[in-house]
């Protein structure tokens, strides 16, 4: 199955202060996403799986990375990414071979981690 992604309202690619390249997107999940579909039935959340997808997908068309990965590090799923959620995700180029990645709603930090390829 090919990845879907979120329809962006905004995306783009930028250097940070750190001299790190950056993927810095906003989108709303749209209430009819088709990850949300069965996950779970009476109260859809983004699935984690979905979301490390996403981010895998986005470098590999950014940066050209592999869309499979050694390992991933430091993952932390702090708060649900519900049906019409607006989400800000910024995925950091650390080294040739890994990322790093956020996804927030406002302050709220949403999950993040770090991808080895």
């Not at 009819?32 to 069965?38: A, H, K, P, R, T």
């Not at 986005?58 to 993952?75: H, M």
């Amino acid at each position: 199955m090919k990845t879907q992604l979120p329809e962006f309202s905004s995306l783009s690619e930028r250097v940070n202060d750190a001299d790190n390249a950056e993927i810095v997107g906003c989108f709303r999940l749209s209430e009819d996403c088709i990850y949300l579909q069965g996950h779970f039935p009476s109260a859809p959340i983004l699935p984690g799986v979905t979301q490390l997808d996403w981010v895998v997908q986005l470098a590999s068309q950014y940066w050209s990375t592999p869309v499979s990965i050694q390992r991933v590090e430091v993952l932390k799923f702090n708060d649900m990414i519900l049906p019409g959620a607006d989400v800000d995700l910024v995925i950091q180029r650390k080294r040739k071979d890994c990322i790093t990645f956020n996804y927030k709603k406002g302050d709220t930090a949403l999950s993040s981690g770090r991808l080895v390829f």
